[in-house]
Nanobody, 115 residues
Framework: QVQLVESGGGLVQPGGSLRLSCVAS????????MAWHRQAPEKQRELVAS???????FYADSVKGRFTISRDTTKNTVYLQMNSLKPEDTAVYYC?????????WGQGTQVTVSS
């Protein structure tokens, strides 16, 4: 059974940094596309960044140059390094993958950017 557990969220001032972690079980992070999505209040969930099994990455235009997705196969963990955070980055961030046609989501971690 696939489980994704996020951590690393919190309250940070504008311009600050956070690193989110997604520990995976039941799926090998290097074998599938892993992604980070976010959902702000009263907004639709949106794709923030993804990394394929081959290591190709994708970033939403709104985070390009500020966020970096990576993985550690020894820890079976996917990371999202977030720098130069802005108030509009405030959202619940979710780890996501698909396996055998099924979608799997973590429980989410809250990121709040505020002074």
């Amino acid at each position: 059974q696939v489980q994704l557990v996020e951590s690393g969220g919190g309250l940070v001032q504008p311009g600050g940094s956070l690193r989110l972690s997604c520990v995976a079980s039941g799926v090998i992070v290097s074998g599938y596309t892993m992604a980070w999505h976010r959902q702000a209040p009263e907004k639709q969930r949106e794709l923030v960044a993804s990394i394929t099994s081959g290591g190709s990455t994708f970033y939403a235009d709104s985070v390009k140059g500020r966020f970096t997705i990576s993985r550690d196969t020894t820890k079976n963990t996917v990371y999202l390094q977030m720098n130069s955070l802005k108030p509009e980055d405030t959202a619940v961030y979710y780890c996501h993958t698909t396996r055998v046609g099924n979608n799997y989501w973590g429980q989410g971690t809250q990121v709040t950017v505020s002074s």
